[in-house]
């Protein structure tokens, strides 16, 4: 199936730092990326859609000026977290799918572990 | 409002059979995903169902009654490496994945 990679794995920043994760397609160009952040033992919670060369759709109650994400190709996305705080420890995800195909699975980055300190 | 529902944790025994139920209440319906999602990583793809019945694929099968609003996966020959949260997720109208919590799977020797 078709890749998705993300980067890093793991961060830790002190508080007030920006962190920026990068989500890449690696054999396939993905239009649309989604970022999702989840919470121990609680469900994926959607955080916005990337759109390739336009901006993110932001979910209600996510902040747009703190999580700022960037699709600047088809192969790439980013979620940069600004001045962040300690309740902005999670575990960030992205996921892409292949163009033209709706309904098919979503492909799943690795996932970033942060910790803000 | 969109809804799922599944129970929050099973335990079965290694070698066993388990089933997973999930009800779901969405805006509009365009399939629904299943997702294995080990603890601290990202979810991994099962299995993806858009017509009512089964679909197996080797030890795991979901089946999907569209009418009921009912999904499950059934996993076989239980092993212990299938310890993890399997998610349901089916897709909306706007061919959005809707996420539930998961069932967290304890897999016992």
């Known amino acids: 199936g078709a890749v998705v990679s993300q980067h890093p794995s793991r961060v830790i920043c002190k508080s007030g730092t920006s962190v920026k994760i990068e989500c890449r397609s690696l054999?396939?160009?993905?239009?649309?990326m989604f970022w999702y952040r989840q919470f121990p033992k609680k469900s994926l919670m959607l955080m916005a859609t990337?759109?390739?060369?336009?901006?993110?759709?932001?979910e209600q109650g996510v902040e747009k000026d703190k999580f700022l994400i960037n699709h600047a190709s088809l192969t790439l996305s980013t979620l940069t977290v600004t001045s962040a705080h300690p309740e902005d420890s999670s575990f960030y995800i992205c996921?892409?799918?292949?163009?033209?195909?709706?309904?098919?699975?979503?492909?799943f980055g690795q996932g970033t572990r942060l910790t803000v300190v | 409002g969109q809804n799922i529902d599944q129970p929050t944790e099973m335990t079965a025994t290694e070698g066993a059979i388990v089933q997973i139920n999930c009800t779901y209440q969405?805006?509009?319906?365009?399939?629904l995903f299943w997702y294995q999602q080990h603890a601290g990583e990202a979810p991994t793809f099962l299995s993806y169902?858009?017509l009512d019945g089964l679909e197996e694929k080797g030890r795991f099968s979901s089946f999907l009654s569209r009418s009921k609003g009912y999904s499950y996966l059934l996993l076989k020959e239980l092993q212990m490496k299938d310890s993890a949260s399997y998610l349901c997720?089916?897709?909306?109208?706007?061919?959005?994945?809707?996420w539930g919590a998961g069932t967290k799977l304890i897999i016992k020797p």
């Open positions: 996921s892409a799918k292949t163009p033209g195909q709706e309904g098919t699975e979503a492909f």
């Open positions: 997720a089916p897709v909306d109208s706007n061919y959005q994945l809707i």
């Open positions: 990337s759109n390739e060369g336009s901006k993110a759709t932001y």
């Open positions: 054999d396939f160009q993905a239009t649309t």
């Open positions: 969405t805006s509009g319906f365009n399939g």
């Open positions: 169902n858009v």
